[in-house]
């Protein structure tokens, strides 16, 4: 039987080059080899101080932002569609130890960051929660793999101690382990500042979004950082992100002759950067095209993300059945 993978994505802002290089594109290769369940995650975007008048909207946006890159919508859902997630975090509650939990270092960083902002320094439970919710999301589908960033394996190595200790109570090795399944996938850093990551929470110029119109792309590359003076023999970490930026746009053959530039010394920036730009502009062009389709008919789209959550979430109450017998509790 093929395996199962899953992941999910928390519904906030725009898409950009580093969401994109470094996980949808990753979500989108698997579906060819495996069995994936893919969730946008908006209890999970309830732990922060949020605005309840746009979450809704941004689930949308997100999913459209999905489909576009090539996300199949038979293999999305959406998280408050499967409430049984909410349920099974519940119950892996009463699994999981406050010790454990209190040693996870997002929940460490994201609480401060919050403190740190003046005007909303509410921590919430749900927040220190979290990794148990993630847990479920994870073991409700017996997920095999779970591709995510090296920053998530603290919380997988807690979905593990779970399934374990739920193992050992109810007697029986009823979930499976699931396994982080690091792939290689390319670091972007920010064209205007190369030491950082491309990140929205950085600022506008930080980020090039995947649906980027022309000019903004070609703006943004022709500004950005390449040599900072200094001298090194290293190539800078500003001419590395362009190499980077033209490989993954999928530019080999421009990226084979600017290195041998590169490398004897001859590369004009300027070339790099009309080759990136001109990589980039080519794949968003596609992307803002597909989103175009798809955002044609909305209502559509929604009806068929509402039908793929129910079929979803009936592997999810399976699950659920199984586990309320387990442990002693009602079943209707
Ligand atoms: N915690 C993940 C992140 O911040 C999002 C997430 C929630 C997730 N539930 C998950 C990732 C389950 C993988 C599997 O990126």
Redesign the pocket.
Known sequence: MSKTV?????PTGHMHYGNYFGAVKNWVDLQEQYKCYY?V?DY?AMTMPYDVKKLRNNVWELIYNLLAVGVKPENLFIQSLVPEHAELGWIFNCFCSVGHLSRMT?FKDKGKDSEEKSKDSFVSAGLFD??V??AA??LIYKADY?P??K??DQ?LELSRAIAQRFNHVVGKEYFTMPDTLHSETPKIFSTADPSKKMSKSAGEKHFINVFADEARIRKQIKSAVTDQGGESDEMSAGVLNLFTLLKTAGRIDDHTSLMNDYNAGTLRYSNLKDATAEGLVAMSAAFTEKRKEITEDKRAIKYQIKQSSAEIRKIAQETLKEVKELVGLMNV
Do not use: E
Not at 6 to 10: F, H, K, P, T, V
């Open positions: 899953l992941s999910c994505i928390q969730g995650v999970h997002q979290y990794p919710l993630q999301d994870i779970v995510v960033g920053d998530q919380h």
